[in-house]
C-alpha cells in the first residue's frame, strides 16, 4: 500500500534551517507529483510547494518563496523541502502528499516549532 514517511522536523531558533524529507512506498514514485503542506494550531492545512514528477517544475507559496525549495530524488523515491531563514510563523506541522487518483494521500507529518 502508499506509504509517505516525513521526517527531519525539530525545534530550531528564527533564522535557522531544516531540511524535511518524505520517503515514498508502494507506487511508482517518479510517475508522480509531490506537495508538501502544513498547518499550524487552529488553521487550515495550507499548501507549501509542489514539485512535478521528473523535479523540472516547482511551486512555492507566496509565504516562503526564496526561503524554501522543494527538491525530489525518484533514485532515492524521497521528496525534500528544505528551509531557510525561518521565522515564528513556519511553526507547523508539516506533512507530505501526493495524488494518486482517485485518492489523495499522506504522511504522518513532522513537526517543526521555531522559537528562540
Known amino acids: 500500500q502508499v506509504q509517505l514517511v516525513e521526517s527531519g522536523g525539530g525545534l530550531v531558533q528564527p533564522g535557522g534551517s531544516l531540511r524535511l524529507s518524505c520517503a515514498g512506498s508502494g507506487f511508482t514514485f517518479s510517475s508522480y507529483a509531490m506537495s508538501w503542506y502544513r498547518q499550524a494550531p487552529g488553521k487550515e492545512r495550507e499548501l507549501v510547494a509542489v514539485i512535478g514528477r521528473t523535479g523540472g517544475n516547482t511551486i512555492h507559496a507566496d509565504s516562503v518563496k526564496g526561503r524554501f525549495t522543494i527538491s525530489r530524488d525518484n533514485g532515492k523515491n524521497t521528496v525534500y523541502l528544505q528551509m531557510n531563514s525561518l521565522k515564528p510563523e513556519d511553526t507547523a506541522v508539516y506533512y507530505c502528499?501526493?495524488?494518486?487518483?482517485?485518492?489523495?494521500?499522506w504522511g504522518q507529518g513532522t513537526q517543526v516549532t521555531v522559537s528562540s
Open positions: 502528499n501526493s495524488y494518486i487518483a482517485p485518492n489523495y494521500y
